[in-house]
């Protein structure tokens, strides 16, 4: 079993929609969660982490993390076209918080 | 600022030979590391170096090895290329054991 799990997808959503990306992980160990966002043939791109339990927003973006049930959300509000590409939720803990167990990403389209 | 900036962007090799992939990064991050991507597989730990002088192995590191230059680089050296090895290859930093990678726009190799 994998220590990180993502919803596959794909997800397709119309535009404005609420969108909602979820992981589960099974390494207690993990304390740093993150999420990614990858353009096709582009690098991933670090949108938010949050340490420990709780919620954190960024504009349109919030990411929620669940200790106690090992889940980890990010939720998009009012979803654009240039949403549209591939999520990676990712983890570390540890005494090096940068090396990462990512997940296998999610592909994401938001019609126009 | 380039950020984190690889190269080549693409090669293909032949079974058997051998070519070293360069990372170089001006953010002045204490620790780099090197993936591989997969379809349908995420991302996977191949080697990092949490600073300067040090490296370790991740997740996959058979097949391969690395050498930290410097503060500024991090290369990945395939003695001898297999088909297995074909993938997208990328490098990332962070600070000194921070959570959160910077990603370059990575190298996709082929391995016929």
């Known amino acids: 079993q994998k220590e990180v799990e993502q919803d596959p997808g794909p997800l397709s959503v119309p535009e404005g929609a609420i969108v909602s990306l979820n992981c589960t992980y099974s390494?207690?160990?993990?304390?740093?969660f993150m999420w990614y966002r990858q353009y096709s043939r582009k690098g991933p791109e670090l949108l938010m982490y949050t340490y420990s339990s709780g919620n954190k927003e960024d504009g349109r973006f919030t990411a929620q993390v669940d200790k106690s049930s090992k889940y980890i959300s990010l939720f998009i509000r009012d979803s654009q076209p240039s949403d549209s590409a591939t999520y990676l939720c990712a983890m570390s803990g540890g005494t090096n918080a940068g090396k990462s167990t990512f997940g296998d990403g999610t592909t994401l389209t938001v019609k126009p | 600022n380039a950020g984190v900036t690889q190269t080549p962007k693409f090669q293909v090799l032949k079974t058997g030979q051998s070519m070293t992939l360069q990372c170089a990064q001006d953010m002045n991050h204490n620790s780099m590391y090197w993936y591989r991507q997969d379809p349908g597989m995420g991302l996977r730990l191949i080697y990092y170096?949490?600073?300067?002088?040090?490296?370790d192995k991740g997740e996959v590191p058979n097949g391969y090895n690395v050498s930290r230059l410097n503060k500024r680089e991090f290369s990945l050296r395939l003695e001898s290329a297999a088909p297995s090895q074909t993938s997208v290859y990328f490098c990332?930093?962070?600070?000194?054991?921070?959570?959160?990678?910077?990603f370059g726009s990575g190298t996709r190799l082929t391995v016929v």
């Open positions: 990332a930093s962070s600070e000194a054991m921070g959570p959160g990678n910077i």
């Open positions: 170096s949490a600073s300067e002088g040090t490296t």
């Open positions: 390494n207690s160990a993990f304390q740093y």
